[in-house]
């Protein structure tokens, strides 16, 4: 298994230009999942999703959309680019949303917005 | 409000000597906590969780770590710490707040262990 696969590794934008971060997952997860790290702070919780076709806000869902069309693919879209959104994004997946599951990350995506 | 805190930005310890990485947490409710490590340019792998149970944990890669209701603590530790131990750990606890159907967690900032031949 290839486990959770994310592209690009990196990523330069200028503000207000759009672009979509790839993620993909090939354990049969329902439940997946993008987080951004940022210095000094831990993951924090963007979009998530528990199910094809079922999608929900995290806790800083501002200036993102998520889709899942598909159990195994579920991309991150930034609509207009800004400074504040540079920072390492992260996917995750994984089996069921109760905590004796744990989550599988991906290897992130590093995104400057200039 | 919920919260983890690691109080130590980095950790160094020479190789073979015990390691500790500390993590506090705060939550209304019985706790579920994690340990994740990250590996330079990889993602978090999980380390291990307690859930409920025994208050030592054992996890991969020789780590374990110990649960403390009462200080409200959950300590990584390792007896004998590897130059490949080297990474960032994450301490996590389930956002019990989080109405969403999902299994959120409140990460900590991490800290970076630093082990020295």
């Known amino acids: 298994n290839a486990g959770v696969t994310q592209t690009p590794k990196f990523q330069v934008l200028k503000t207000g230009q759009s672009m979509t971060l790839q993620c993909a997952q090939d354990m049969n997860h329902e439940y997946m999942s993008w987080y951004r790290q940022d210095p000094g702070m831990g993951l924090r919780l963007i979009h998530y999703?528990?199910?094809?076709?079922?999608?929900d806000q995290g806790e800083v869902p501002n200036g993102y959309n998520v889709s899942r069309s598909t159990t195994e693919d579920f991309p991150l879209r930034l609509l207009s680019a800004a400074p504040s959104q540079t920072s390492v994004y992260f996917c995750?997946?994984?089996?069921?949303?109760?905590?004796?599951?744990?989550?599988?990350f991906g290897p992130g995506t590093r995104l400057t917005v200039t | 409000a919920q919260s983890v805190a690691q109080p130590e930005d980095q950790v160094n310890v020479a190789e073979g000597n015990p390691l500790t990485v500390k993590c506090t947490y705060s939550?209304?409710?019985?706790?579920?906590l994690f340990w994740y490590v990250q590996y330079p340019n990889r993602g978090l792998q999980f380390l291990l969780k307690?859930?409920?149970?025994?208050?030592l944990v054992k996890g991969s890669y020789g780590f374990e770590a110990e649960f403390n209701k009462s200080q409200t603590s959950f300590h990584l530790k390792k007896p004998s710490a590897l130059v490949s131990d080297s990474a960032l750990y994450f301490c996590?606890?389930?956002?019990?707040?989080?109405?969403?159907?999902?299994?959120?967690?409140?990460f900590g900032a991490g800290t970076r262990l630093a082990v020295h031949p």
């Open positions: 999703s528990v199910g094809a076709g079922i999608t």
């Open positions: 307690y859930i409920t149970g025994d208050n």
């Open positions: 996590a606890v389930r956002d019990l707040s989080f109405s969403g159907g999902y299994n959120k967690l409140i």
């Open positions: 995750a997946s994984s089996y069921d949303r109760g905590p004796l599951y744990e989550q599988y």
């Open positions: 939550v209304s409710g019985n706790p579920y």
